[in-house]
C-alpha cells in the first residue's frame, strides 16, 4: 500500500547528547505527552519488573494469562474496550490480549506487542535483576520491555487529553515465539485488526550500532519444508549398483549439496536444514523437532528425514525459491524416492513507499526531540514476526521497542535508560498519526 503521508524533510544529523533545542518544535500538547513520560519513568520500570518476574513461555497459559491481566486494567482505565480472546484447546495457547478505542479522527492505528517469552517454567532464567542501567530478565528485551513502552506511550496520551476522539487497537499476542496452528486461526484476530488500520505499529526489540539507530520498514517470512527420501535398503557391498543405487542418505545429502550450491547467494533469501535423521529405520516427531535412527554400516540407509526452514523478502520469492527446490528433489539417484513438502510459516512485510512514509514522520518526532534520524534496518537481519501478518492490509513500522541485547538468551538484558526517550517516540509518533 502507498499511503498518503507527505514524506518529511531532510533533517539534519544531530547527536544525542547535543540538543539544546531539544522540544522546540514540539506543541503544547505534546510537550505535556514529554512531561508524562518524565514523570512516570520510575513507574515503567517497575512495572516492567513486575511482568518479567511473571513466567509467561508460550507453553505457559496460565503465565501468558496472568501477564495478560497485568495490562488489562490499566488499558481499561485508558478507556479501551479490552478483551481477552482465547484459543481452541487443540492450539494449546492462551489466547490474546486486545484493547480497542474507536474515534473519527486522524489514522486508525493498529500497536503490536506480544506476551509470551521463549522462557518456559522449567528454565533457570526466571528473575529481573538490576545492574545499574542495564537489567536481565526472561522477555525483558523481546518482548515485555515494547509492551510497556505501548503502554505507558497510551499513558501519557491519556493524561494529556491526546487520546480523545481517535482510533487505537492494541494487540498483546500470547504465542508470537511459537504461534499455535492452524495461523488462519491463531491469527485471525491481528488480521482482522490489520485489515481495520491505517498504520501499524509493531514494538519488538529496537537496533542500534555505532552508526545509529534503526527502525524497521521491512521483515522477510519464515517458513518451513520438510525432505523425505527412501531408497531400497540392502548389504552394503551392493551400494552404487543398479539393483541397490546409492540409498536414502547419499540422496539426500545429494539434495542439499544442490540447494547449498544452486540456490546460495540471492539477496535475503536464505534456507536452512535444522535436523537432520536417517538410517534403516527412522522416527521424527515434528512436534518435538526431534527423532531417532538406527542403522549399520554395512546396510544401505533405506529412510532419511531433513526439516528446515526458508527465509525471503517477498512472496514472489518465497514461491520461486520453492519451485526451484522441488525441481531439485526431482532429480533423485536411481533407485531412490524423494519428495519436499512446505510448511506455513509467517509472510514477509516487504518495503514499501507506505512503511518508509511512517519512518519519515518518525524521524520528524526524532528531529523535534533531539535526537539523529533512524534508517531502515538491513531485513536480512532480523527474524519474522506479528507485523508480517498485517503488512499486506496497511502501513507498517517495526522495531519500536527497547534497546538491549542478548534475546532469548540466559543474558537477556534492556538498557533502562532508552526506555523514556523509546515511550516518548512512540507517544509522538501514534499523536501525530491520530490529528
Known amino acids: 500500500m502507498t499511503s498518503r503521508l507527505i514524506p518529511s524533510a531532510l533533517v539534519p544529523l544531530l547527536a544525542l547528547a547535543a540538543a539544546p533545542a531539544a522540544g522546540q518544535q514540539l506543541s503544547p500538547q505534546e510537550q505535556a505527552i514529554v512531561r508524562s513520560v518524565d514523570a512516570h519513568a520510575a513507574d515503567a520500570v517497575n512495572f516492567l519488573e513486575r511482568i518479567v518476574n511473571i513466567n509467561s513461555g508460550t507453553l505457559n497459559p496460565q503465565g501468558v494469562r496472568e501477564v495478560g491481566r497485568h495490562f488489562q486494567a490499566p488499558l481499561d482505565s485508558l478507556g479501551f474496550d479490552v478483551r481477552w480472546i482465547g484459543m481452541p484447546d487443540s492450539l494449546n495457547r492462551a489466547g490474546h490480549l486486545f484493547a480497542y478505542r474507536t474515534g473519527t479522527q486522524g489514522r486508525r492505528v493498529l500497536l503490536i506487542g506480544h506476551l509470551d517469552t521463549v522462557f518456559e517454567k522449567d528454565d533457570a532464567f526466571q528473575r529481573f535483576v538490576r545492574e545499574g542501567r542495564f537489567a536481565t530478565g526472561p522477555g525483558v528485551n523481546d518482548m515485555k520491555g515494547g509492551d510497556v513502552v505501548i503502554l505507558y506511550a497510551l499513558r501519557a496520551l491519556h493524561a494529556a487529553g491526546a487520546l480523545e476522539g481517535t482510533t487505537v487497537t492494541v494487540a498483546l499476542t500470547g504465542d508470537e515465539e511459537s504461534a499455535g496452528r492452524p495461523l488462519e486461526i491463531s491469527r485471525r484476530h491481528l488480521i482482522e485488526a490489520g485489515r481495520n488500520s491505517g498504520a501499524a505499529l509493531e514494538f519488538e526489540t529496537g537496533s542500534r550500532d555505532s552508526l545509529g539507530e534503526y527502525a524497521v520498514v521491512a521483515r522477510r517470512s519464515s517458513s518451513g519444508w520438510t525432505l523425505r527420501v527412501r531408497g531400497r535398503t540392502g548389504h552394503s557391498s551392493g551400494v552404487f549398483g543398479e539393483g541397490s543405487g546409492s540409498g536414502a542418505i547419499f540422496e539426500a545429502a545429494r539434495t542439499l549439496n544442490a540447494f547449498h550450491e544452486e540456490l546460495r547467494g540471492e539477496p535475503n533469501l536464505t534456507f536452512n536444514p535444522g535436523v ?40 514472489e520469492q518465497l514461491q ?28 514477509s512485510m516487504p518495503p514499501t513507499e507506505g512503511n518508509q512514509a511512517l519512518l519519515d514522520v518518525l524521524n520528524t518526532v ?9 534508517q531502515a534496518f538491513d531485513p536480512g537481519r532480523r527474524g519474522a514476526a506479528d507485523v508480517s501478518f498485517v503488512a499486506p492490509y496497511t502501513d507498517a513500522l517495526a522495531g519500536l521497542g527497547v534497546h538491549g541485547s542478548g534475546a532469548h538468551g540466559p543474558n537477556e538484558r534492556i538498557d533502562l535508560e532508552t526506555l523514556p526517550l523509546q515511550i516518548k517516540r512512540a507517544a509522538l509518533l501514534i499523536y501525530r498519526l491520530t490529528r
Not at 526524532?366 to 533512524?374: E, I, Q
Open 320 to 347: 520461486r525459491t520453492r519451485e526451484r527446490m522441488t525441481a531439485i528433489v526431482a532429480r533423485h539417484l536411481p533407485r531412490t524416492e524423494a519428495e519436499i513438502t512446505f510448511g506455513e510459516g509467517y509472510p
Open 366 to 374: 526524532n528531529c523535534d526531540l533531539g535526537t539523529a534520524p533512524m
Open 276 to 315: 537432520i535423521v536417517g538410517g534403516t529405520d527412522v522416527e521424527y516427531d515434528p512436534q518435538r523437532s526431534a527423532g531417532t535412527a538406527f542403522g549399520k554400516t554395512n546396510v544401505i540407509a533405506q529412510t532419511a528425514i531433513v526439516t528446515g526452514d526458508i527465509r525471503t523478502l517477498t512472496d
